[in-house]
């Protein structure tokens, strides 16, 4: 899921909202690693026309030239040496639905050559075939690379660019965008919870500043990394500062200090927090009537979960 206050994260929950009509249009995406390119392309595709069909993808980065296009177009029995039988590619296997092009300005020059016609034609020619076969395929493709750079060494085809950015999503740095820090912290903590049968631990205002001071190098998929240590760590405690493995603390953080090498330190749970969990699950409770079943939808935990908290605390 997509979540974000900032103005750059609006513009693209509209972009994908213009785009739920249309189903053929090729996507851009481009952004630093880690910003979260695929999330932003599933979500196209899930709100759009093709919600139904295959979502394919495909990193264009770790294909070795020599297999790119089979990888691509598929291959006939006998096409080539070790050509065992025939070999399906993957914008077949993406037929009717999305094909997802990770890091396609690593794609070599003259499978670009190929792309581009099977984009122009919507049909593609396996090796070793002697026919055509038509696709209906949407291309969303996605790169952390200067394009444009690549343009003037000549390692991108200008027409392929043009023909990929027919809509353009600029996904900026996390750094960039700290509104957006809290809402994405607060839900993976959310996943977390769930798939560990605990109730959602809190971020306390401390460790919330030292989040938004940091710089997120690997943005939000160092963000996840960095709150799932801590959702470990604390065991079920509020996030504090200490529970928080910054990988560059000195280059990227001032908002608090920290100790030692700056390794986390995993905390037990503290009375207070526990005493905070009582009340949680007693005014929603309360709330809910006594309904254990609704009770334990809304603190993101199993019925059996919520039963031996209960247990636990002496409620029943």
């Known amino acids: 899921m997509l979540f974000g206050n900032s103005d750059a994260m609006q513009n693209i929950h ?32 899930l709100g759009g026309p093709r919600a139904s069909t295959p979502f394919v993808a495909l990193n264009c980065g770790a294909i070795p030239f020599e297999l790119a296009e089979s990888i691509f177009f598929g291959h006939v029995r006998g096409a080539f040496t070790g ?8 914008f077949e296997r993406a037929n009717g639905g999305t094909l997802f092009l990770d890091e396609i300005g690593d794609m070599p020059i003259e499978t670009q050559v190929k ?6 034609d919507s049909a593609i020619t396996p090796i070793g075939a002697t026919e055509s076969k038509k696709v209906d395929v949407r291309v969303i493709a996605a790169t952390n690379a200067d394009l444009k750079a690549k343009v003037e060494a000549g390692l991108l ?46 971020l306390t205002p401390k460790a919330v500043a030292a989040l938004e001071g940091y710089a997120f190098r690997g943005n939000v998929r160092e963000l996840r990394n960095i709150i799932e240590h801590a959702f470990i ?17 000195h ?34 409770l309360a709330a809910n009537g006594g309904n254990i079943t ?21 409620f029943r």
Do not use: W
């Not at 249309?22 to 481009?30: A, D, F, Q, R």
């Not at 792309?115 to 122009?120: E, I, Q, S, W």
């Not at 609704?294 to 059996?304: I, N, V, W």
């Open 14 to 45: 509209t972009t994908i909202h213009q785009l739920r009509n249309n189903g053929t249009t090729s996507v851009l995406i481009t952004g630093e690693t880690g910003v979260g390119k695929e999330v932003v392309a599933r979500a196209i595709h």
């Open 233 to 249: 760590v604390s065991e079920g405690a509020a996030i504090q500062p200490e529970h928080l493995r910054f990988l560059f603390p």
């Open 251 to 284: 280059a990227d953080v001032s908002s608090f200090p920290r100790t030692g090498t700056g390794a986390a330190s995993p905390l037990p749970p503290s009375v207070e927090s526990m005493l905070a969990e009582q009340k949680r699950i007693r005014r929603t």
């Open 115 to 120: 792309l581009l016609r099977v984009l122009d």
């Open 83 to 90: 050509a065992m039988a025939n070999q399906t590619g993957y």
């Open 294 to 314: 609704k009770t334990a939808r809304q603190l993101g935990l199993s019925r059996h979960a919520l039963y031996r908290r209960l247990k636990k605390y002496g």
């Open 157 to 202: 085809r200008l027409d392929l660019y043009f023909r990929l950015a027919g809509m353009l999503i600029e996904i900026p740095p996390l750094r960039e965008r700290k509104v957006d820090i809290l809402p994405l912290a607060e839900y993976m903590l959310s996943a977390f919870a769930v798939q560990m049968e605990m109730l959602t631990p809190e």
